[in-house]
């Protein structure tokens, strides 16, 4: 039998960075909280005090801050008509683990969409004509416009501590900063970081040719900072363990420094670990939930946890899974277009040139994950679609991140992978190289989505998540065009040698080499029931006391890298929940 816990008003599933910030702002209302998160406490003292924390072997190969596969895993496959397989060992994506997630050992990159983002399937159409859109394209619109969540990316950047130099402050240019960003209400809470020498030598040549270069916005602390609810950042000493470590410094956004350890002291808001949510369980008449069941790991039983409000903020994928576990929302059929959940699943798009410079030092040990410079002149509202033959855009940047000898050893093609040749390539380009990298939107698609495996079912008996994705040629001819222009912007550097990698056509996704940890969709917002899982709230449509946070929202994917958007959503619908749902609780839309 299960064992039922007291009542809560909200149980809260996941506490990264969106459990946090609805812990806290529900708490802030009085209201009885209980989060569960499925791994083990973590906080910067003692789990990232230095040097342990900064174990390259320990957290940058073997990745002892995200999930172990053998505890929870989905299964992949590239199209309709392939049986789908466990993802075994951790390549492509990295799940977080724990408090705090993945926004502890994320790299801090955070952006804002552009304002044809937010409208994007409208813009195609209305500038360009919708028989552009490929027949198998599905992206829409959010059902909301980028001045509704303005004030909500400000709160999100405030709260997080963001440096950067603004471009557009109501309406009016920047000097400085990106000119094609969307306007924003006010500057960044701290000036942008100091760059590197190869970030700045990109800029320059960027420069020369016409471009816009400007300081990636980063959820890193260029200076002392204290947010709103009264925590401490200390500026950043580009010690270059940033992603897969947790910050001992102080001076990285995430959960910890930002919020959570604000939030543990409010004598309503309590957290338990090693607690798995297993399903959300609903009323008899299926239009409310009543809690959600986990498994203690502590105890070994399953436990009932009733609550009048459950709120979904684990991990993109995660959240879908309970979705469909859960009888939450209708499941999507790609065969008939029929079902919402586990609809428009998409990824990243990203690509890169590595430059060789026999004569110049770039000190790799010197970086942080945030740290380069930027150009947005080939963003989703620069190119021509038409024109060009595909939908989406790119930003292109240069900088170091970290210098972690085993994962950032970077050579000359043809070197050999170990022995006397490997050596030999160390000694000779160590810290001579640099790279360009483009960071590219993915578009959705009726034949890329999420639903349960028929196969593989989990240590609880439970079918696992499966992942139908591939590589499509749209987002294929993107990142070719992206290339033109990078390698263009190599080649006036002057470098000894450039190599560049980029997906060509007929590439099939491989989920071995790391990419991003950007999965998005699977409970996408929409203005209908019938094309989406969540109202403009991020509220299901069918079940009114669940609201699913985080990137599983995104109808496709943007440009950008997602935690800018995804903190602006959780803050949107945590004031909606607060002014609207709070005071009557009912169907928002």
């Not at 942080?368 to 947005?376: A, E, H, K, L, R």
């Not at 040629?473 to 390698?487: C, G, L």
Request: aromatic share 12%.
């Amino acid at each position: 039998m299960k064992r039922t816990n007291p009542k809560k008003d909200v149980v809260i599933v996941g506490l990264g960075w969106t459990g946090s910030i609805l812990g806290m702002e529900l708490a802030n209302q009085g209201l009885d909280i209980i989060a569960l998160e499925r791994g083990p406490e973590q906080n910067t003292v003692p789990d990232f005090q230095y040097p342990k924390v900064i174990d390259e072997l320990k957290y940058g190969i073997r990745l002892n801050f995200a999930q172990k596969p053998k505890n929870s895993t989905l299964t992949i496959r590239r199209s309709l008509d392939e049986t789908a397989l466990p993802y075994r060992v951790l390549g492509s994506f990295l799940p977080g683990n724990g408090v705090g997630g993945a926004g502890m050992h994320w790299n801090g990159h955070t952006w804002r969409p552009q304002v044809e983002e937010m409208k994007l399937r409208s813009y195609v159409e209305e500038r360009f004509g919708a028989d552009i859109i490929p027949e198998d394209m599905t992206i829409q619109d959010y059902p909301f416009s980028y001045d509704e969540l303005e004030p909500f990316f400000d709160r999100f950047e405030y709260v997080a501590g963001v440096s950067g130099t603004a471009g557009n402050i109501r309406g009016q240019k920047q000097n400085g900063g990106n000119p094609f960003e969307a306007p924003r209400s006010r500057d960044y809470p701290m000036p942008a970081l100091p760059q590197t020498y190869d970030a700045m030598k990109f800029a320059k040549a960027a420069a020369d040719l016409g471009y816009h270069p400007f300081p990636r916005p980063a959820g890193i602390a260029s200076q002392a900072y204290v947010n709103e609810y009264g925590m401490q950042m200390g500026p950043c000493n580009f010690c270059g363990f940033c992603e897969r470590y947790g910050c001992y410094n102080y001076s990285k956004s995430s959960p910890q420094t930002m919020i959570l350890d604000a939030l543990k002291r409010k004598p309503n808001f309590h957290y338990k670990t090693h607690a798995e949510v297993l399903k959300i369980e609903l009323a008899e008449d299926g239009k409310t939930a009543t809690g959600v069941t986990y498994f203690d790991e502590e105890s070994g039983e399953q436990v009932f946890q009733p609550a009048d409000l459950v709120i979904l903020c684990a991990y993109a994928i995660h959240n879908v899974h309970l979705m469909l576990i859960s009888g939450i929302g209708k499941p999507y059929n790609p065969h008939t277009g029929d079902g919402v959940v586990g609809k428009n699943y998409s990824y990243q798009m990203n690509g890169g040139v590595s430059l060789f410079f026999k004569d110049e030092h770039f000190n790799w040990f010197i970086g942080n994950g945030s740290n380069g410079m930027v150009i947005d002149d080939f963003g989703i509202n620069n190119i021509d679609y038409a024109k060009e033959g595909f939908i989406g855009g790119s930003y292109i940047s240069s900088g170091t991140y970290n210098g972690q000898p085993l994962r950032s050893m970077r050579l000359p093609e043809g070197t050999p992978s170990w022995g006397a040749g490997w050596k030999s390539a160390i000694k000779e380009w160590y810290s001579h190289s640099m790279s360009i990298a483009s960071h590219g939107s993915c578009m959705s698609y009726k034949q890329f989505y999420l639903d349960l495996d028929p196969t593989y079912k989990d240590r609880h008996g439970r079918p696992l998540l499966r992942m139908t994705f591939n590589w499509h040629p749209n987002d294929i001819r993107m990142t070719q065009f992206m290339r033109k222009k990078m390698e263009e912007i190599a080649t006036s550097m002057k470098p000894d040698m450039m190599q560049s990698s980029f997906k060509q056509e007929g590439a099939q996704y491989n989920v071995r080499p790391y990419q991003t940890t950007h999965n998005v969709g699977g409970a996408i917002v929409g203005d209908s029931p019938e094309n989406s899982a969540l109202n403009k709230y991020l509220q299901a449509w069918d079940q009114h006391n669940v609201f699913v946070m985080g990137a599983s929202a995104f109808p496709q994917n943007i440009q950008y890298n997602p935690t800018g958007l995804v903190g602006a959503l959780a803050y949107w619908a945590a004031h909606h929940i607060i002014d609207k749902y709070l005071k009557e609780p009912r169907p928002l839309v």
